[in-house]
């Protein structure tokens, strides 16, 4: 460590990439990149549903799936914060309850957030009388899009940097100390932005993987779950809790589940192919 610390000026400083994470300044009002990074991916996200559902068999039409952007995005809002409250600072704000809605000073977890997604699902597919696991299997290949640029604006931010680390590509991030660090964001970009996009896009438009109910959310969860998992070891605990049991982050114990659910949806899809329809809503289905 101290070697590292003592050639840290051999590496790129973060402050030198002129970033901001301030996207427009108008005096009175800041728009700040995390925001249009949520903005981005929930349009862009919807935009490319809309490509999926125009695909033979889907399992909602378009009326759906507008409905649906309006309940993911509470879902997400509601369930990130909430999972942020309860996962990593629960004790913090059952003392101070109040600055739970005090969502503009950060916090939002995203496996709270897959919970309010879910859940959205789970009520839009309820109220309509859809298939809510073939529901999950098309947002699911939408997802990619918010976690990279969610992961990009993290950089900009110059937040949930990495561990210490003597890559040629490290970074020293003045906000955590004078070290050279994992780029961590990036990591976290790369796989759960883009390549998992690419394995959803393959299987999607490649294979017959959208007529298994189940296998294409279940290799998101598995797709997701690996990625989070790896980058974890390359990426600094949070402060207040470190390292849990076994030495793992809250971040890697909160994957276990995605990965097990993941992995039995992917082996038991088959076997649900049968049971794949599409919606039948009148003219706004699609067939």
Same mark, same amino acid.
């Given at each position: ?6 050639? #840290?000026?051999?590496?790129? &400083? ?11 300044? +108008? ?5 700040? /990149? ?19 559902? !125009? ?14 952007? %309006? ?9 990130? @914060? ?21 969502? /503009?000073?950060?916090?939002? #977890? ?7 997604? *879910? ?14 696991? @073939?529901?999950?299997?098309?947002? !699911? ?7 990279? %640029? ?12 990495? &561990? ?10 003045? @906000?955590?100390?004078?070290?050279? &660090?994992?780029? *961590? $964001?990036?990591?976290? !970009? ?10 959803? /896009? ?6 017959? =993987?959208?007529? $298994? ?12 779950? +690996? *990625?989070? %998992? ?5 990426? $600094?605990?949070?402060?207040? +809790?470190?390292?849990? #049991? ?5 971040? $890697?114990? +909160? ?15 088959? =076997?649900? !192919? ?14």
């Amino acid at each position: 460590m101290p070697s590292i610390l003592a050639a #840290s000026g051999d590496y790129l &400083r973060f402050e030198n990439l002129g970033l901001s994470p301030i996207a427009i300044d +108008l005096g009175v009002f800041q728009l700040r /990149w995390y925001s249009l990074a949520y903005i981005a991916g929930i349009v862009i996200g919807w935009w490319y549903l809309l490509k999926l559902i !125009a695909q033979p068999g889907a399992p909602m039409a378009r009326r759906h799936a507008d409905d649906l952007v %309006f309940y993911a995005t509470l879902g997400i809002l509601i369930g990130g @914060r909430l999972g942020y409250v309860l996962f990593y600072k629960p004790a913090e704000y059952l003392a101070n309850p109040g600055d739970i809605i005090r969502v /503009w000073d950060g916090g939002m #977890s995203f496996h709270g957030g897959v919970i309010g997604v *879910s859940l959205a699902i789970l009520y839009m597919a309820w109220r309509n009388k859809l298939n809510w696991l @073939r529901i999950h299997d098309y947002v !699911a290949c939408t997802i990619p899009f918010g976690l990279l %640029f969610g992961r990009l604006a993290n950089f900009v931010n110059g937040e949930l940097w990495g &561990r210490p680390g003597d890559v040629p590509w490290a970074i020293v991030f003045p @906000r955590a100390d004078e070290q050279p &660090r994992h780029p *961590s $964001q990036l990591y976290e !970009a790369g796989l759960e932005g883009i390549l998992l996009f690419i394995v959803l /896009w393959f299987l999607f438009w490649k294979t017959d =993987a959208r007529h $298994q109910p189940g296998k294409l959310v279940g290799t998101f969860l598995v797709g997701y779950g +690996l *990625s989070r %998992f790896t980058v974890e070891f390359f990426r $600094q605990p949070d402060d207040h +809790l470190g390292l849990l #049991s076994l030495g793992m982050s809250m971040g $890697q114990w +909160l994957t276990i589940p995605m990965l097990i659910g993941g992995v039995w949806l992917i082996a038991t899809a088959k =076997a649900r !192919a049968g049971g794949a329809k599409p919606a039948t809503a009148g003219t706004d289905a699609t067939t």
